[in-house]
Nanobody, 123 residues
Framework: QVQLVESGGGLVQAGGSLRLSCAAS????????MGWYRQAPGKQREFVAT???????NYADSVKDRFTIYRDNAKNTVALQVNSLKPEDTAVYYC?????????????????WGQGTLVTVAS
């Protein structure tokens, strides 16, 4: 079993900051790319940021220069520092990871998702 659990969401005023965290656990052989996505009410889930095992990053234009993604390969965690928050950043933020399970006799990566953490930004 592989599980991803997010934390760190909350209610903040516009211009505020939060640090979102995600921890992967279970029968993990290795983790490839990790990332963050978000979904606002009535909208589709959208890309926010991704990071590779060697720390190459990619950001959505809407969050570039405000959000920063980090990972700790030894702890199987990924974090998203969100600064200068705007009301339009309000959404459920989901952690994603490409994981190969130790129970599989070959290195096949599958995408796993957490349950999400809610970020609400007040005007």
């Amino acid at each position: 079993q592989v599980q991803l659990v997010e934390s760190g969401g909350g209610l903040v005023q516009a211009g505020g900051s939060l640090r979102l965290s995600c921890a992967a656990s279970g029968s993990i052989r290795s983790i490839n790319a990790m990332g963050w996505y978000r979904q606002a009410p009535g909208k589709q889930r959208e890309f926010v940021a991704t990071i590779t095992t060697d720390n190459r990053t990619n950001y959505a234009d809407s969050v570039k220069d405000r959000f920063t993604i980090y990972r700790d390969n030894a702890k199987n965690t990924v974090a998203l520092q969100v600064n200068s928050l705007k009301p339009e950043d309000t959404a459920v933020y989901y952690c994603n990871a490409e994981v190969s399970s130790v129970s599989v006799p070959y290195r096949k990566y599958l995408a796993f998702w957490g349950q999400g953490t809610l970020v609400t930004v007040a005007s």
